[in-house]
């Protein structure tokens, strides 16, 4: 089970500067494992509550170790279970008091909205509002992409991880300046790589074998592992980028 460390981000923290970041160095810090992860996050993540870092007398932010760790968890289960941000407080603020509570996990839809459950083998399915958060976007945003074909919801309306995913780096982009409507020429891509696997794949999709039918769903990971990395390769070569 995660544990926090006592005296979590902003709970009674000396106001001493030994150990204290900058919001700068916490970005560097944490862009190792999260490397997704901006400036804008770290805000965002503080307006919802989920980390309460010092502040100096001219207004900068100053983070302790304890600020780091609770920012790495709260990165960490968003990214690992998708986890609405109002959950996430909830559970780190329970651990920090003491208190044995087990990690909650998003599974089926009830009504349109998630329903959370113990932790255990289960389909993560978000509803919008958690999308809209997840990705810190408003309706209008999603409804465009959704219009280019970006983002697809499931039949009942709720949104699944590779979906979440999608919609988080989609906006990430955007901060560059790079618009939805640029990124149908990658769908467009990503579809045609996906009809090629499903070329290799379709003689064993088709058996009546139940532990054939397994082995296509598990080349069919396997092959996309494989053509996404070679995107990636193929994609720094264009572009002149070799990696260290």
Do not use: C
Request: net charge negative.
């Amino acid at each position: 089970m995660l544990q926090t460390p006592s005296g979590g981000a902003g709970h009674g923290i000396a106001a001493a500067d030994n150990g204290l970041m900058s919001i700068g160095a916490v970005l560097t810090a944490l862009r190792d494992e999260f490397p997704e992860v901006t400036i804008s996050k770290i805000r965002f993540l503080e307006s919802e509550g989920l980390i309460e870092p010092q502040r100096t007398p001219s207004g900068y932010r100053k983070f302790s170790p304890e600020d780091v760790e609770r920012l790495s968890q709260v990165l960490r289960m968003q990214r690992d279970h998708y986890l609405p941000l109002k959950v996430i407080r909830e559970y780190l603020d329970a651990m920090e008091r003491g208190e044995a509570v087990p990690l909650p996990t998003v599974g089926r839809q009830r009504d349109g909205e998630p329903v959370l459950e113990a932790e255990g083998p289960t389909a993560v399915r978000i509803g919008r509002s958690e999308l809209l958060a997840a990705a810190e976007i408003g309706d209008e945003e999603l409804e465009e992409w959704q219009s280019y074909g970006l983002v697809v919801p499931l039949p009942d309306g709720a949104y699944d991880a590779e979906t979440v995913t999608v919609a988080t780096l989609v906006a990430e982009l955007g901060r560059f300046g790079i618009e939805p409507r640029h990124l149908r020429v990658m769908k467009a891509a990503a579809e045609r790589e996906a009809g090629l696997v499903d070329q290799v794949v379709a003689p064993l999709k088709r058996h009546r074998n139940p532990q054939t039918r397994a082995l296509a769903e598990a080349r069919s990971k396997e092959l996309a592992g494989l053509t996404v990395k070679l995107h990636a390769a193929l994609v720094r070569i264009a572009l002149g980028v070799r990696q260290p």
